[in-house]
């Protein structure tokens, strides 16, 4: 009998594990269940989102910096064409600076010593054109001293006009006014401008296309000086005397020179 009881209670122990185990096994397995089914889902679609979140605030972080780097490749293009046209200004000017006009021939044709013991000199006069035509004719004069000093008046203009080669103010206009030596005053000086002193155009300023501009520069010469306004109007940045000056040598020819930016220059022309 008693080993009957034990018998009983042992596969009642049995039944019970297996219950237990059975128990365990269904809340394990629904524990499982409801995780995978419910918990994992919902952490995973939260961390979609979140590295969603993530990837949004990325791509604009690279927006705005793509933005800036085009703003900044936009400024740098600017900068450049600013600096290449400035570049090209300035090689325009250094070229424009460098080119001389022809504009007079002057030849030492004798240089002595009057019954007095004061030196004098003999040169010929003529003004010529960009070709290096004669423009007039050849005129002599007799000065005193050993210097030979040319005068004139002289018209310069805004650059923006020179690099735009401008067909009126690409260089600036000079027209002579007298001839004189050291050893005698500039308001002694024999007149060079004998067309403009009859009233007609002076020099190589003859073109009658060019007439009406350049008349409005040497009609009232100094009032133009005195008035910044018209001065303007006109696109003139300088207006005023000048004259140049040479020790010359018997027997030389000298040439007279005029740049764009109105700088006067006498030099002997080279013998073949």
Not at 16 to 37: K, P, S
Not at 247 to 261: C, D, I, L, S
């Amino acid at each position: 009998m008693s080993d009957f009881v034990t018998k009983v209670k042992t596969v009642n122990s049995a039944i019970r594990t297996l219950m237990v185990m059975g128990v365990a096994g269904a809340i394990g397995y629904g524990g499982w269940f409801g995780y995978d089914q419910y918990i994992k889902p919902g952490a995973e679609a939260k961390q979609a989102i979140a590295d969603l979140e993530a990837l949004k605030t990325k791509f604009q972080e690279n927006k705005e910096a793509l933005k800036q780097t085009n703003v900044a490749l936009e400024q740098t293009n600017v900068a450049l064409a600013v600096s290449k046209r400035d570049n090209e200004r300035l090689e325009t000017s250094m070229k424009l600076l460098k080119i001389k006009r022809r504009v007079a021939n002057l030849t030492v044709m004798e240089k002595g010593k009057d019954p007095e013991g004061s030196p004098y000199m003999e040169v010929s006069f003529t003004e010529i054109d960009e070709q290096g035509e004669p423009v007039g004719s050849t005129r002599i004069y007799t000065v005193k001293g050993e210097k030979l000093y040319v005068d004139g008046w002289i018209a310069s203009f805004e650059d923006k006009y020179i690099e735009q080669a401008d067909e009126l103010r690409s260089a600036s206009m000079f027209i002579f006014k007298s001839i004189y030596g050291d050893q005698e005053k500039p308001s002694e000086g024999q007149s060079l401008d004998q067309a403009s002193a009859n009233g007609g155009a002076p020099g190589i300023y003859k073109s009658a296309d060019k007439r009406e501009f350049e008349e409005k520069i040497w009609a009232d010469f100094w009032k133009l000086s005195n008035d910044l306004n018209l001065q303007k109007d006109l696109g003139i940045s300088a207006i005023h005397g000048m004259a140049g000056y040479i020790k010359p040598q018997e027997g030389k020819t000298y040439q007279v020179h005029m740049k764009a930016n109105g700088a006067m220059s006498l030099n002997p022309i080279e013998e073949p």
